[in-house]
């Protein structure tokens, strides 16, 4: 089994460590703050959530409090929303690389260092 989450009585060994970062688009308004970000700034904002693709049991993971939410299917989406302005999302740095080198998305200022 291959899994993002620990499964509980199986000993496991981990593969890979990806790091997921908070991102907008640069003109978002979370961005014109101009200051460090808390949770409390984000639960004011549209968070873009991919959905579980788990055909059973899916859950909900992370941080999930936004006041708006929209859950999509594919992650390509969510990156063509995010750069279209319309939300902020946690995505894999892997998978974002090249929007952040472009200056299409930025990493939000979080005050808290962590995927929560």
Excluded: C, N
Aim: hydrophobic share 40%; charged share 20%; glycine share 6%.
């Amino acid at each position: 089994m291959i899994s993002g989450l620990s499964a509980q009585g199986f000993l496991g060994e981990p593969l890979a460590t990806v790091r997921f970062v908070a991102v907008a688009h640069p003109q978002h308004p979370l961005h014109r703050l101009g200051r460090p970000l808390d949770l409390r700034d984000l639960v004011q904002h549209r968070q873009l959530v991919v959905r579980d693709s788990a055909l059973r049991q899916s859950m909900d993971a992370g941080w999930l409090k936004a006041e708006q939410r929209w859950t999509l299917s594919h992650l390509e989406t969510s990156i063509d929303m995010l750069e279209r302005g319309l939300g902020f999302a946690w995505l894999p740095e892997t998978r974002i690389r090249q929007a952040l080198d472009s200056g299409r998305l930025q990493p939000l200022p979080l005050t808290a260092r962590r995927y929560p």
